[in-house]
């Protein structure tokens, strides 16, 4: 209890002195509070990254003591994963948009996709690490991740509070979206029919439904979700309750746009948990970590049997490429098409 109170009070005390020491050596009456996060996040990152390479055992492990005092259930494929991703995905955000404040330019959506990594992220993490495995090893030090809650709720309602890009667009004609985007919106159509009757099919696998099919298809395809880490269930159980309702609201959007200046943003939010989502699903899928145990049921880690590479790949790298997609299409690709009222025909 000691070492895990100690490990919590010392990351509070390096916060507290980061953003003092920031606000008082680049004191800018202008400057952006956000700019101040992202320069402190960014060096967690770093720190996550080398916990993600301790894991791995790439490197000397100087952060043992971290992961036994301060955070057990980082200590999994999962935590590795989410670690990696923290450490290059977010740290590349953090960076881009800090230069982004810096030079006073627009990170709307850099920043509305860092909302939807962080926040998968924490939704999957945060529940799983209480439910699975370590339930009874939580420690003060856990609380160190209400910062990473509350900054991006703190930007998304920020952000939601100024007019989307598209919303200043608005003009007198309407407009087409032409032959090759009717054609990509079909092709995202017919993707979100069939991601909307995945979620719910994975949802009763995990929730271990009676069926022999579900047994069949845990063992056969997604072995990870036998994980008793509980993270593979609780993303699955995400995209029923988070992601299902966006699907059918993107469905909406694409063939009665009228005046949807607000999907742009949505998208971009998707697309970012998504890729959060499933890199942090595939990774423990397909690797082990070499030194904890697996958390697989009695510790004997299960690869993706050879029979069921191609149907595993096919669909969780469908998620990955349809959300950006999706995102490039909406906030890219003919903007105007959002704020307008009326489509003309093609």
Known sequence: MENGLLVFAAGVLFCFVSVTLATRVFANKNCNIFYYVFSVFAFTAMVDLDIAFTLDNVVWPWVEFYLKEGEPYLCSSYGSAINWWDGTFHYALYVYMAWKIAANKDYRWAGFVWVGSIMNSLVVFLPGNVIGKWGAQIKESYLLNVPYVLFPLIFAVREFRKKSPSATLQGKEPVSRGFFLTIIDYILSAWLV???????????????????????????????????????????????????????????????????????????????????????????????????????PNQEWKPVPQSGEFVFWAINLSLVVFPVLLFLRTCFVNQVYWSHTKEKSN
């Not at 988070?242 to 009665?256: D, E, G, K, N, T």
């Not at 971009?268 to 990774?283: E, R, V």
Request: proline residues 9%.
């Open 194 to 296: 069939f991601a909307i009757g995945l979620a719910f099919f994975r949802a009763f696998v995990v929730l271990q439904s009676p069926r022999n099919w579900t047994n069949w298809w845990i063992s056969e395809y997604e072995p990870i979700l036998s994980c008793e880490g509980r993270w593979p269930m609780l993303q699955i159980l995400a995209h029923v309750y988070f992601f299902v309702p966006f699907y059918i609201c993107a469905l909406q959007s694409l063939y009665s746009p009228r005046g949807k200046t607000w999907f742009p943003d949505w998208a971009a939010i998707h697309a970012g948990a998504a890729l959060q989502g499933q890199f942090s699903y595939i990774y423990p899928a397909v690797h082990q970590i070499p030194t904890f145990p697996s958390t697989y």
